[in-house]
């Protein structure tokens, strides 16, 4: 697939207005899909391994490698591809919390996975410990405590920009601790980790300037019925919708519109 957007289709979403971060309505930048922004869309709570979407063969105890079903996207700004998140370009085994810990390095992106619920990202500090985004505060915390049964991964290069340096990195965490809501400018945990990790605007809460010819394309792979296309206006707006379908599965509904297959 390289940097290359091949054929673009659409699902049929209603068309309802979103707000400019300039407070300037401008219709042509009008996209069909809203959204209502809470604190409440951080995941991190108590559940068993069957609760996370583990069999009892895949228990938290277990080390791993070994593989959960989710669904896979690539995403695009313009044809750039700044997003990739498929199994046959990359390593998406998941691994015990315990393990984990083995492999991480200060300034690692880690994310936590669990069936029907939004993955759970953090920047890793050192002994044990991880700095996140949970529930409108940023705060510092214990990887085997916030894992819940839940197995993760490293995700460094699931997004393509260039990564600061890991003393960077850790100065962006550890600079923002214990900010609560209303002095953030992250909507959800994946935002802050990766803004931390890539230092890129475009992570923050309406921190993007918008224009008609930029946009990104968020490619939904679903199992069986072909590549779905998506367009938004703003990387927030785009992370916001893929954490909700990893949430909901609620595209695989919606696809059936008009048949948007590739």
């Not at 916001?240 to 599965?249: I, M, N, T, Y």
Request: aromatic share 8%.
């Amino acid at each position: 697939m390289g940097n290359q957007l091949d054929r673009i289709t659409h699902l049929n979403y209603s068309e309802l207005p979103t707000g400019d971060p300039s407070g300037l309505e401008k219709d042509e930048l009008r996209v069909g899909v809203a959204y209502f922004f809470s604190d409440e869309e951080e995941e991190v709570d108590d559940r068993t391994p069957s609760d996370c979407g583990f069999t009892k063969d895949h228990s938290p105890a277990e080390e791993g490698p070994f593989s959960v079903s989710e669904v896979e996207y690539s995403a695009f700004c313009s044809q750039e591809c700044i997003f990739s998140k498929l199994r046959e370009n990359e390593d998406l085994n998941v691994y015990a919390a315990k393990t984990l810990l083995t492999m991480c390095k200060p300034g690692d992106l880690l994310e936590l996975v669990a069936t029907a619920q939004a993955p759970h990202w953090a920047i890793y500090e050192q002994d044990d410990q991880v700095i996140h985004l949970h529930k409108g505060e940023i705060r510092k915390d214990s990887l085997l405590e916030i894992s819940s049964g839940r197995h993760g991964r490293i995700v460094n290069n699931r997004y393509r920009y260039r990564p600061l340096p890991p003393d960077l990195v850790m100065q962006n965490a550890v600079g923002h601790l214990g900010l609560s809501s209303e002095e953030i400018c992250w909507t959800n945990s994946e935002s802050f980790a990766a803004w931390c990790r890539f230092g890129k605007r475009e992570f923050k809460a309406g921190g993007e300037a918008h224009s008609a010819e930029q946009q990104y394309f968020l490619k939904v792979h679903l199992s069986g019925s072909g590549v779905h296309t998506l367009v938004f206006r703003s990387l927030e707006d785009m992370i916001w919708e893929r954490r909700r379908v990893d949430a909901s599965g609620i595209l695989k509904e919606l696809s059936l519109v008009n048949g948007g297959k590739e």
